[in-house]
């Protein structure tokens, strides 16, 4: 359900599970960061892109799966991937292909850059569902969009790649045809020989301790969420919307 493939010297990482827009079961977001980690030093690859098969960028978590789980080990893995990402010494470039829900978009807010087609979606419904927001977003977002994330949020926003664009969420809108190729231009130009890209990516990447110190409320408010009953009763309204 991952496929890993380095093309020119850049590994390009696909979610392959199209039958359910590329929903993340816990094992795939295991298996996201180690390879996350595994081309992230250096070593293997100048950079990474991350991008999804079919319509869709990634569902989030698969709330079917996580039905029962617990709330807290579900998004300690999201919080864990965005660790993989700031941990890494090279780009990390997320190519929405299409729509990008909940805990997969606020993935994307940790990236280097997010490229998007036309038809790429931010939505993030956590607040209607009952749920709390994951990856650092309470810090993530507002240092992308400001003071407009708390209304992002509490409305459960659905953007358009033009919404998304104009909010600083998506970097670029290219064709679809050409957007793991645009991704993979944009990693060669950021690290052309000479250059002191891993230097800057330290400077000028979200501070770890804040992003940690994010981790730490988001887990509390999931926690909180959980406790009182609002996750539980979310997640199976919207399983009972789904599969009446």
């Known amino acids: 359900m991952i496929d890993v493939t380095v093309r020119d010297e850049v590994a390009v990482i696909t979610l392959q599970r199209p039958d359910k827009l590329n929903a993340l079961t816990a094992g795939m977001r295991e298996r996201l960061a180690e390879a996350v980690r595994e081309h992230g030093d250096g070593g293997r690859a100048r950079g990474i892109v991350v991008t999804g098969t079919g319509r869709a960028f990634s ?24 660790r993989a ?62 003071g407009r994330a708390l209304g992002l949020v509490l409305g459960s926003a659905r953007l358009s790649a033009a919404e998304a664009h104009s909010l600083g969420l998506l970097d670029q809108i290219v064709e679809p045809g050409t957007l793991v190729d645009t991704a993979i231009g944009l990693v060669h130009r950021w690290t052309l020989p ?5 230097v800057h990516l330290k400077l000028l990447r979200p501070s770890a301790e804040e992003v940690e110190r994010a981790f730490a409320i988001e887990t509390e408010a999931a926690r909180q969420v ?19």
């Open 194 to 198: 000479g250059t002191a890209t891993e």
């Open 85 to 146: 990402v700031l941990e890494t010494r090279v780009p990390v470039v997320a190519a929405v292909n299409g729509l990008a829900v909940g805990g997969a978009a606020e993935w994307t807010l940790c990236f280097d850059a997010r490229l998007g087609t036309p038809s790429a979606e931010y939505f993030l419904p956590e607040n209607h569902i009952g749920l709390s927001i994951s990856n650092a977003a309470s810090y993530l977002l507002r240092r992308l969009v400001g």
């Open 59 to 82: 569902a989030g978590e698969d709330i079917d799966q996580a039905v029962g789980r617990s709330l807290i080990e579900e998004v300690e893995l999201f919080h864990d991937l965005t």
């Open 226 to 244: 959980e406790d009182t009953g609002l996750a539980r009763a979310g997640m199976e309204r919207f399983v009972n919307r789904r599969n009446p």
